[in-house]
């Protein structure tokens, strides 16, 4: 199979069903070889199994593309070690890192409770931190022994992670490391030829359908702005070579839309060149809001 990923060799988590299901076939379509990894777990995080993986490299294998299941916990520092091990041992190397495996325990705030915000914070972000951690060891070994690295992480933050939103306190933290950890990665791995970038999917998943509902539903005709498979040429782009020179950036992707975030910046600033005396701050506080941009409102306010 040819395309824009033609020869190179990428991991997707969380491939077995809904956005990363189709971002592994697409990979695969443009001529990519994929590790298709997926634990096989329910929306929040209970049971498991390889069928899910399984069934999305039947499909690759179908369509003449090539790749192998995995079911690492992506979570788990020595699987995940394994993981990169089996990319490199089946395919020769390792190219792509799309983070995307996840589940929600969504609550408000005041009724989240411990295990709650752990496993959702666990399988998120250190989800995140694992696989990429032993890719990027592994890309920089490449580099110091002479060979040339042209690597790609792809993360998974959230509308909810720039943004928050209302019941998913402990997701909406998650998704925000996330985003954080990507301008982190970009700038501390561009040495090594790698880039690093966040999307932020709006597309009918598990997930979403179980916090929007009918919002989320597949329209009777025209086109259906909430199909995640909507989501995967652009990470097929970002996977790709075409992709060199993005980087530390956060994209939502919905639709046919494509939009990069700005970012927290210094919009306002007052000094007044000495330490401040508690009674000055609130006048100078209000002057600076007076002048700000409002607020993006969070989700479900």
């Given at each position: ?20 299901r ?21 929306n ?89 951690r ?89 086109f259906?702005e ?29 639709g ?17 060149g ?28």
């Amino acid at each position: 199979m040819t395309g824009i990923c033609e020869g190179r060799v990428a991991i997707v988590t969380g491939a077995g069903r809904g956005i990363g299901r189709e971002h592994a076939l697409e990979l695969a379509r443009q001529g990519a070889k994929v590790v298709v990894n997926d634990l096989g777990v329910s929306n929040s995080g209970e049971g498991g199994g390889t069928g899910p993986a399984d069934e999305v490299v039947r499909a690759i294998l179908d369509m003449g593309g090539e790749a192998v299941a995995n079911g690492a916990d992506v979570a788990d520092w020595g699987q995940t070690e394994a993981l990169v091990r089996q990319t490199i041992d089946a395919f020769g190397g390792l190219d792509v890192v799309v983070n995307n495996a996840g589940f929600v325990r969504d609550r408000m705030f005041v009724s989240c409770s411990e295990e709650e915000w752990d496993a959702v914070i666990r399988v998120h972000l250190k989800g995140h931190f694992c696989i990429a951690r032993h890719a990027a060891a592994y890309w920089r070994g490449r580099v110091k022994a002479g060979e040339q690295v042209d690597a790609r992480i792809i993360n998974t933050s959230s509308g909810a992670g720039v943004l928050g939103s209302v019941g998913q306190s402990s997701y909406s933290a998650a998704k925000g490391g996330i985003a954080t950890l990507t301008l982190v990665q970009a700038a501390e791995l561009g040495r090594y030829g790698v880039t690093a970038n966040a999307i932020c999917p709006i597309a009918r998943t598990r997930m979403t359908e179980g916090a929007f509902g009918d919002s989320m539903k597949a329209p009777d005709h025209g086109f259906d702005e909430n199909d995640p498979a909507n989501v995967s040429p652009f990470v097929a782009w970002l996977a790709s070579s075409q992709s060199r020179e993005a980087t530390g950036r956060v994209w939502e992707v919905f639709g046919g839309t494509i939009s990069v975030f700005d970012g927290y910046r210094r919009e306002q600033t007052v000094d007044i060149g000495k330490r401040w005396d508690a009674a000055e701050v609130g006048p100078a506080v209000e002057a600076l809001l007076s002048k700000a941009q409002p607020l993006v409102k969070v989700y479900g306010t």
